[in-house]
């Protein structure tokens, strides 16, 4: 509409999630005609992330460090290893604030349709970690789905063949949701897996 | 919580209109993780924009050219010139699909206590324009708000004296509208310009 380079502009905004051609249109035209400044400081901000965050040497959660900032304070606990699927997960661990072990991130789940194996997902890094005597409790944070159990297992399985204890995350209706909202599958669980109190 | 680079990277993407801070979470971890191809191509657009795109000799919209694709096109009439506030009324007008004269961009309206003066607004540029006899009608569409119609008024009254014809885009109830949303300013203005049918 535009020019070629307000358009090349508009249509890379589309690689954020959430983000259509109109939201597009929108962010473009605001950079361009109020904010060059923020605009600047975002380009420099991709490029130097794309170039220098890669992946924490211990736990494989993005960092630009040789050690992610989890792993490198002395306050949490290196005995408690919780494992997930994404530094997303990480994130919101942290911000639910109580857990004060560190994290292996897998980057994914076991998926043998897409080729994914055992060793794209870190786990020979995670068994020498293991290995080390460091690790007292993994605690299995894969997400509740079918692949996330699958990976679960196999993970279970071979951490406990090193005499590491191996826990799995609590599942069962979310606190504060309401039981008519909760989805069959869920509610089910929550029942077969139903406390004494 | 991760690291600096990836800190600044989500304040940095803060910069976007409608983006908080959880979104601007998400659209960092999605670029690292999933797509940096797209991210070093955003950071190519953004620098890129910011370097290179200006205003159009002609009608100040955005380009990255001496004159924009509308102004540059021979099938555009450049006797009718439609005087908006910014580039985004220039493509709502152009995504409408009808219109095919040419635009001059404010880049704002008049605002005496902000200090945006006539100059500010191109005003002198626009003068010129009309000056040369090229253009045979403005049709003013800055928005309907206080600002926007003393701007018009100021405006108009310019073009009156070089003997332009001045015409003012139609104000009433929108198009597929339902009267009982619509704010009070908007009916009685639409009542008081009522048309016979
Ligand atoms: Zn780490
Ligand atoms: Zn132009």
Redesign the interface.
Same mark, same amino acid.
């Given at each position: 509409?535009?020019?070629?380079?307000?358009d090349?502009?508009m249509?890379?905004?589309r690689?954020?999630?959430?983000v259509g051609p109109k939201?597009a249109?929108?962010? !473009?035209? %605001?950079?361009?005609?109020r904010?060059?400044e923020? !605009?600047?400081?975002?380009?420099?901000?991709? !490029?130097?992330?794309?170039d220098?965050?890669s992946e924490c040497s211990r736990c494989r959660?993005?960092?630009?460090?040789e050690f992610?900032?989890i792993c490198n304070n002395h306050r949490r606990l290196k005995s408690l290893l919780c494992v997930v699927e994404?530094? !997303?997960d990480?994130?919101a661990i942290?911000q639910a604030g109580t857990y004060k072990g560190t994290y292996f991130v897998l %980057?994914g789940h076991l998926s043998p349709i897409d080729g994914i194996g055992p060793s794209d997902l870190g786990l020979d890094q995670l068994q020498q970690l293991l290995s080390t005597g460091e690790v007292e409790e993994v605690i299995m944070a894969t997400n509740p789905t079918i692949e996330g159990e699958a990976t679960c297992h196999y993970i279970s399985e071979r951490a406990k063949k090193l005499q590491v204890t191996v826990s799995r995350i609590a599942q069962g209706v979310p606190l504060g949701g309401e039981l008519e909202y909760i989805d069959g599958g869920t509610l089910a669980h929550a029942f077969s897996s139903r406390q004494k109190i």
């Open positions: 509409m535009f020019s070629p380079l307000i090349e502009l249509s890379s905004l690689c954020l999630p959430g939201s249109q929108r962010m !473009a035209l %605001h950079l361009l005609e904010d060059r923020g !605009a600047s400081r975002l380009a420099k901000a991709l !490029a130097e992330s794309v220098g965050v959660t993005l960092t630009e460090e992610c900032t994404t530094p !997303a990480v994130l942290e %980057h």
